[in-house]
């Protein structure tokens, strides 16, 4: 299997359907520190077959975050590699990583009457 079947990337939908508390950082063997999605928008994908949107992680207290390519544990333990960076803090203090997607777009089922 390739590195990119191992870590394929989140959609929007997946994202946005997900508990914003039920996400994870990945900072090596057994030990994870849990992140909350703070904010998911959509961006201008390059076409029609494509999407593009923004997912921005808070951190806990205490976390200072660089830019890299971090390992990003979903609702159902899936496992995403995404290159992310340092953006604004929330208003509390807590530092924030922001991932910017841009994917192919899943396979619509089609619909039989």
Known sequence: MSAAG????????????ADRHAFALWLGPQQR????RVQLSEGVAM????ECFLVFFALPAGLLPQQ??????GPQ????????????????????LQA???REREPQAECRA
Do not use: C
């Open 6 to 17: 191992q870590f394929p990337m989140p959609t929007f939908a997946e994202l946005q359907a």
């Open 77 to 96: 333990q899936q496992e995403w590699l995404l290159l992310m960076t340092p953006v604004q803090p929330e208003p509390d203090g807590r530092h924030v």
């Open 100 to 102: 910017v997607l841009h």
């Open 68 to 73: 890299g390519v971090y390992r990003v544990i």
């Open 47 to 50: 076409s029609a077959r494509h």
């Open 33 to 36: 520190v849990a992140i909350e």
